[in-house]
């Protein structure tokens, strides 16, 4: 008996614990409604839109930040210039140079001969510019120019220009007719603020040169056929790069040198005679580097 009722007492109900449920978060335990209900505490969670805006927003700034390093580097290297932001309005301003544009270059400064500087007198650079090398053909001028370069002796070519117009007015504008007929008197008179104008020596030369081209236009019609027929009528195109390649005198000038002196001419030394077929155009001794160099070659064709 007492074991049969051991075996029909009541079955005690098993309890049955919760089953983990597998969860995005992982396998845990789903808490029941009674402990929600106590922990009523909200947790502010970022939405998924609200984290991909933030990033997106990092990613910007971060674009910005070096969107902005870049064109600080640009700017410095190109020299451009970004917008501008005044009183919260954005003003665009014109980029002085876009990238990839190539910017025209400037002329530089004009080329002359080595013998004109930045500091040469104006009066010198025009003389330069405007008469030196170029050809002449008339008497007076030819005469002139024999003249001024006698006086290199004593006087550089800015002083000379400086009294260019004293010059002319004590030798009658340079007439070989006129200055044959000087004395020793008038000689003596050529002054200028109380001195003379060239030492005596180059004054008596003058005075003897003057009658010797008068001799000269007999034989050969004019001063100018003389001097042009040593070069056939062409002048001579040097062609020198440097200026220590120009020389101070050269074959062709002792040649003339002599043939002069035979005609009665005086101080007309080979130096003399390059300097007068210098600056007379016979000679063409610009630098070929020099701006008047074909000037001087294109109005010696015209």
């Not at 140079?97 to 400064?109: F, K, N, Q, R, T």
Request: glycine letters at 4%; proline letters at 6%.
């Amino acid at each position: 008996m007492s074991a049969l009722t051991k075996l029909r007492s009541p079955v005690k109900p098993m309890v049955v614990e919760p089953r983990a449920i597998l969860c995005s978060t992982g396998n845990r335990v789903k808490p029941s409604k009674e402990i929600a209900a106590k922990k009523k505490k909200p947790q502010v969670m970022k939405s998924p839109a609200t984290s991909n805006f933030s990033a997106s927003t990092d990613d910007s700034s971060s674009t910005t930040s070096s969107s902005e390093r870049s064109s600080v580097k640009t700017a410095d290297s190109k020299k451009m210039i970004t917008p501008s932001k005044r009183n919260g309005s954005v003003t665009k301003l014109n980029s002085v140079a876009a990238v990839g544009d190539i910017l025209p270059e400037s002329p530089g400064p004009v080329k002359r001969c080595h013998w004109i500087t930045p500091n040469s007198d104006s009066i010198y650079v025009k003389f330069h510019d405007e008469e030196w090398g170029v050809p002449v053909r008339d008497d007076k001028k030819l005469f002139e120019l024999l003249v001024f370069s006698q006086a290199l002796a004593e006087f550089s070519w800015p002083s000379i220009l400086h009294k260019r117009d004293a010059f002319r007015k004590l030798f009658e504008d340079f007439d070989p007719l006129a200055i044959s007929e000087f004395t020793e008197k008038r000689l003596m008179s050529l002054k200028v603020n109380g001195c003379l104008v060239l030492s005596e020596q180059k004054l008596r030369a003058i005075a003897d040169n003057a009658k010797s081209v008068l001799k000269v236009k007999q034989e050969f019609g004019s001063f100018s056929n003389y001097c042009w027929r040593f070069v056939n009528h062409k002048p001579l195109r040097n062609g020198y790069r440097y200026g220590r390649q120009v020389p101070v005198k050269s074959p062709k000038a002792e040649y003339i040198s002599k043939d002069m002196m035979q005609r009665g001419f005086r101080c007309v030394g080979p130096t003399v005679i390059y300097s007068f077929l210098q600056v007379s155009g016979i000679v063409n001794d610009h630098l070929t580097s020099c701006c008047r160099y074909q000037e001087c070659n294109a109005e010696t064709e015209t």
